[in-house]
């Protein structure tokens, strides 16, 4: 065979098999399904109801150096206009460590009020309560 000429073709016959050259494209016969692929996946019987929505979950108190970041994060952000975040919360890291135990008591009691202040939120609503083992989900 030529290199422009098309492959041959198998085709069956009753018995034999016979190998031919054609240059007509195969014509198959599709047939047209009675449900689509997507159809079987997308619908639900009418008598499966959706679960319930999950009670909302109880916010975690903020620790005293996540306040102490949360104040500061924007002054440092000026005074350093070229740093990026890393090096930011990296310079808030060392500003934490240095500070005296007088200046972190201020912002130890602001997470502990903030601490009682949710606790009582959730004794009064309907939130889940969180466990130590709870961890939070990022969505």
Known sequence: PSPQSPPPTTTATSIETTT????EP???MQTTPQWS???QFTTTPATIAPPPPPPP???????????????NRERVRRENPQMNF????????????RMDADARHVYVQMS??????LAALADDSECAPLSPTDKPTHK
């Open 37 to 39: 692929f997507t159809e």
């Open 86 to 97: 890393c090096d930011v919360s990296r310079t808030l890291g060392e500003e934490w460590t």
């Open 26 to 28: 195969e014509t198959t």
């Open 20 to 23: 031919t050259t054609t240059t």
């Open 57 to 71: 979950r109880r916010r975690r108190p903020r620790t005293a150096f996540i306040i102490f970041a949360t104040e």
């Open 112 to 117: 502990e009020e903030e601490s009682q202040r």
